[in-house]
């Protein structure tokens, strides 16, 4: 086999959310892990950070029967690393290491990243140390098992975001001939100008992204994310909408794109799918009906929205305005109009489950409680953005509103002490899910609801959208499964009409027609599949392979 047709021996895949659920990455590694297995049956291993330690984690299994000679090479080198198999579809091989130790180095080794690579580390805060400190054992495990076990071999190390650029960086200076290739998911500078406030696309060709990082006080993570990009073997993004991002703010435009899939093994069977969703509808009817004294008919119309806590860029905001209007003009429709129980799923800082809302499931009372939108107690309700505006909105849930809107505020994993299943089960209980992103370099969120059958509301700013709109050859429509709705800097009040608007459209919608929509939608998401996509990350291995063999 000719060097540019080589597939890779083995692949190390490296970030922090490796079974560590926090965001889009987890989904993105989690659903691939099966397929991209499948391609590469001689050698596959995930690295990611045991913060776990002496706790059961949820997501992954040690066993000790799994490459010994590994873990006693690691310890020989000063690491300290569990090995066992990732809970998920197709069960990987994960390999969690402790990254703790290194904090009393950590000085010095910003100081070789400054001399080395040109990585400024002097203006670090929040969790750069820690992501650094883990980044770094990462790459120290894969060099180890490297050297020892894989002498010979066309070896690659995918390093996930920023945080997993540091060990990449130190890793090839050590081997060269170990291909790696660097993953920008989201530039740290594009969403930090988002999540300030700032205008992003008006100014789009203007913004310099050194500058705008020392304006954010960005400097640390946007230099190291900068010089992964410029110094992997093959830079890679999810999407040609955050390629053009990384050309701008980053200098450097990437070698290839690989957008993300999904895996149809995390969907239930239709028979389950149905037990499934009577289920989660009547664990959240219960809940909003103990907390607003109002019952839920069973044809309530459940609409939701979810993603990590990033007010502006997931369009929290948008979701919200659209709420209120629609509350007000079903308010003019009188008792027969549409009722809509509205959820937002989104991770705050949440305080458990609330004592009295339990107390009223247990005894079936249902007479209204006092902060009828939130499901758990928050440490900082008055300083919550979303809980904040629902109540400057007007969205009070009183008995006569015809919608009804519920803050749950915790990471959905089947153990928050209220609704005890996991997110992918309590998202099968909505007719229609919206996601009206400002800044989305790709929107797992409407992606994993179009795989679940329910059709969604999303935008043009989203990588997702755009490969709606490109794949069907037209804007997505309602009845395509998926709303791709045009934003821009300037249209917030015309994007939250359209929302609005696509709530009434699909309530009119009879259970024939949402069917069909259904279809549409879990047609669409199958085009979607890791078995279409993974063999772009075949194409960035050998790119990254050819380079180290010039």
């Known amino acids: 086999m000719t060097a540019k047709n080589k597939k890779p021996d083995f692949v190390f895949q490296t970030s922090w959310e490796v079974c560590n659920k926090v965001g889009g990455i987890y989904t993105v590694l989690s659903s691939v892990a099966k397929t991209l297995g499948d391609k590469l049956p001689a050698g596959l291993c995930f690295i990611g950070p045991d913060i776990w330690k002496e706790k059961p984690s949820p997501y992954f299994t040690q066993d000790d029967t799994l490459h010994p000679e590994w873990r006693e090479a690691a310890a020989r080198a000063g690491i300290a690393v569990r ?69 010979g071999k066309a070896v690659v190390y995918q390093a996930h975001e920023w945080m997993s650029g540091l060990g990449m960086l130190f890793l090839k200076q050590s081997l060269p001939h170990v291909a790696t290739v ?47 990009a410029h110094r992997a073997d093959c830079f890679t993004t999810v999407s040609t909408f955050t ?21 149809a093994d995390f969907v239930p069977a239709p028979d389950a799918y149905a037990e499934t969703r009577c289920r989660a509808r009547r664990a959240f009817f219960n809940v909003a009906e103990a907390l607003t004294g109002a019952p839920c008919p069973d044809n309530t119309l459940v609409i939701s929205t979810s993603g990590r806590n990033d007010f502006r860029c997931k369009g929290f905001d948008v979701y919200l305005e659209s709420l209120a209007r629609l509350d007000a003009q079903l308010r003019s429709q009188g008792k027969s109009g549409t009722q809509v129980l509205a959820l937002i799923e989104v991770p705050c800082w949440c305080d458990g489950p609330r004592a009295d809302l339990n107390e009223a499931l247990a005894m079936g009372q249902h007479g209204g409680l006092p902060e009828p939108n939130l499901t758990h107690s ?10 904040c505006l629902i109540k400057q909105l ?22 928050d002490g209220l609704f005890n299943m996991p997110y992918y089960d309590l998202l099968t209980a909505s007719d229609l899910c919206i996601y009206p992103s400002y800044y989305e370099p790709w929107g797992y969120t409407p ?17 997702f959208g755009q490969w709606v709109d490109q794949t069907l050859g037209h804007a997505g429509t309602l009845h395509d499964g998926v709303l791709v709705l ?32 259904s279809r549409k939608a879990a047609a669409l998401a199958k085009k979607a599949d890791w078995k279409h996509f993974a063999k772009h990350y075949l194409e960035a291995y050998k790119i990254a392979i050819n380079k180290t063999q010039q």
């Open 83 to 151: 090995i066992g198999r990732w809970r998920v579809p197709g069960e990987p091989v994960a390999a969690l290491v402790d990254f703790t130790p290194y904090y009393i180095i950590k000085d010095q080794l910003y100081g070789l990243a400054w001399e080395n690579f040109g990585v400024d580390s002097l203006h670090a805060y929040g969790d750069y140390d820690e992501a650094s400190m883990f980044s770094y054992a990462a790459g120290k495990f894969a060099e180890t098992v490297a050297k020892e076990f894989l002498a």
């Open 394 to 415: 007007g969205l009070r849930n009183d008995k006569d509103a015809p919608v009804k809107t519920l803050l749950v505020p915790c990471y959905l994993e089947g153990e």
């Open 243 to 263: 390629a053009r991002e990384c050309t701008g703010l980053l200098g450097k435009t990437p070698d290839t794109v690989l957008p993300n899939g999904f895996e």
């Open 182 to 228: 660097f993953t920008t998911h989201a530039t740290s500078i594009g969403r930090s100008i988002t999540g300030n406030g700032k205008p992003l696309y008006a100014y789009f060709e203007g913004y310099n992204g050194d500058q705008m990082a020392r304006e954010l006080n960005m400097e640390a993570k946007h230099s190291i994310e900068k010089q992964s």
């Open 447 to 463: 992606h994993e609801a179009v795989a679940f059958r329910i059709p969604c509301v999303t935008t043009d700013l989203s990588g």
């Open 486 to 517: 045009h934003r821009d800097d300037n249209n917030f009040n015309e994007v939250c009409d359209a929302v609005c608007q696509a709530v009434h459209d699909y309530a009119a919608l009879t259970q024939k027609q949402r069917e069909a929509i």
């Open 378 to 387: 928050l440490v900082n309700p008055g300083e919550d953005r979303i809980l």
